[in-house]
């Protein structure tokens, strides 16, 4: 399928018996699950141990396509009868076979997700059917219950709510409906949808407590506070309606993971991985720092301030911002700057060190926390994250973890999201916009 060099196999043979080792989960997760797996996994990466430089050779558009072609055939093939994808049970994290475990929300929006943002819809492209599918399993299981069931399913003990939170499934699936709802849907469908997405936004507000944090949070739930308040954000640009109080909680709560005096980190929510914690601040500030960008950069073009101003407090109510609003806008500004260069550190972007799902998705978020932001800065990611995918790629087209989040399932349709995220920028660029 595709080409490795003797240096990269050799590279990620040594990795891959440096890894061959079983942990027993001891108390709060301190030790989780590692997994074997002979072939390469998408987050066996030498992330932090070897420099981006050697990887240039990737970062050639045209090689990308064939491997997201390789990675949704996989997909395809991994969904079950139902319509649905599996990431299997917390208790099972070794399991490979996608077709040897239950579907689950949260699995089947990443999948459906990365199906749309790899271009095909409802209506055309090659996974429709599969997408339709996917489409009507998430429906059926959120018009099933009802406004006083606290999740949109019956199936516990999963790998994803484990380690992200209970109820990650609602808040995925509010996001994959956001974004269907963005694409032409006939009329039945639609109304559909948006009821579905309306049921997600209420079980996401409502389990959001007074500080912000999502309940029932998992071995690193400030991962599911992060994709709850993306969640809200692309529900909101799509005509839902939120609770203003609940937003702003959740931004600070995500906003104050980074100490901008001490420059610390808290990781009390992440596991004690910075990765977790950094990069859902940086997603949790994005829209406001952008905001705060663009009103200097307005009032620049107006005369109002001179091209060398920054983003202060100050500057900002000179323009007429208030002053609660102009401190609340540069600290998310402050905060995501810092919390976007920290994520993208060699060191930090290790993360559990033997990487698993939750490292992915932390990866995902940064990059998408810079489209929102409408940084340029996307494309050096971009590259770094893609030239590594490409070249981890199981023979199959799929991708795995080796710790807590293993599955190939989930994981494959996070790889795809990030692989093909420039053909949903607009989209995402939309979610920044008030």
């Not at 992330?47 to 558009?61: C, L, N, R, T, V």
């Not at 990675?71 to 991994?78: D, E, I, V």
């Not at 579907?103 to 996974?127: F, V």
């Not at 087209?397 to 990030?418: E, K, M, Q, R, V």
């Amino acid at each position: 399928m595709k080409t490795k060099t003797k240096f990269l196999m050799s590279t990620l043979a040594i990795i891959v018996l440096s890894s061959a080792a079983l942990f027993v989960n001891k108390g709060a997760e301190k030790e989780p699950f590692i997994v074997k797996n002979e072939k390469g996994c998408v987050f066996m990466t030498t992330f932090g141990e070897q420099s981006s430089d050697g990887y240039a050779k990737y970062k050639i558009k045209e090689n990308i396509q064939p491997v997201v072609n390789d990675g949704l055939a996989w997909l395809a093939s991994a969904q079950l009868e139902n319509g649905g994808y599996g990431a299997g049970s917390h208790n099972r994290q070794g399991e490979m076979n996608p077709h040897a475990v239950n579907a689950d929300p949260a699995t089947t929006s990443m999948a459906a997700m990365a199906i749309l943002r790899s271009g095909s819809t409802l209506k055309t492209g090659e996974y429709k059917e599969e997408l339709n599918k996917a489409v009507e399993f998430l429906l059926s299981q959120v018009e099933s219950v009802s406004k006083d069931d606290v999740f949109i399913t019956a199936e516990k003990g999963t790998q994803i709510q484990s380690k992200l939170g209970n109820n990650i499934d609602a808040v995925l699936t509010a996001q994959f409906f956001s974004n269907l709802l963005k694409e032409q849907l006939d009329g039945k469908t639609k109304k559909r949808v948006q009821k579905g997405l309306d049921i997600c936004v209420d079980k996401i507000q409502r389990a959001t407590d007074k500080d912000g944090k999502m309940k029932g949070a998992g071995w690193a739930g400030v991962l599911q506070s992060g994709l709850a308040t993306s969640a809200l954000e692309s529900a909101e640009s799509v005509g839902a309606t939120l609770d203003e109080v609940v937003i702003r909680s959740q931004k600070n709560y995500l906003k104050n993971n980074y100490d901008e005096e001490s420059k610390s980190v808290k990781t009390t929510d992440g596991a004690g991985i910075i990765l977790y914690s950094v990069s859902n601040s940086a997603r949790g500030s994005a829209k406001d720092a952008r905001k705060a960008k663009e009103l200097i950069t307005k009032a620049k073009k107006e005369g109002k301030l001179k091209e060398d101003d920054k983003v202060t407090v100050a500057n900002l109510q000179n323009i007429g911002v208030s002053e609660s609003e102009a401190i609340a806008y540069t600290s998310s500004y402050n905060v995501y700057n810092a919390s976007k260069q920290t994520a993208q550190q060699n060191d930090v972007m290790s993360g559990f060190g033997n990487n698993g799902g939750e490292e992915f998705l932390s990866f995902l978020q940064t990059g998408e926390s810079m489209i929102v932001n409408d940084d340029s800065d996307w494309m050096t990611w971009y590259d770094n994250i893609s030239g590594r995918l490409m070249t981890i790629q199981n023979e199959d087209g799929s991708w795995n973890g080796h710790h807590c989040i293993t599955s190939p399932a989930f994981c494959t349709a996070t790889s795809l999201l990030i692989l093909s995220i420039e053909n949903d920028i607009e989209n995402l660029k939309q979610t920044g916009e008030d």
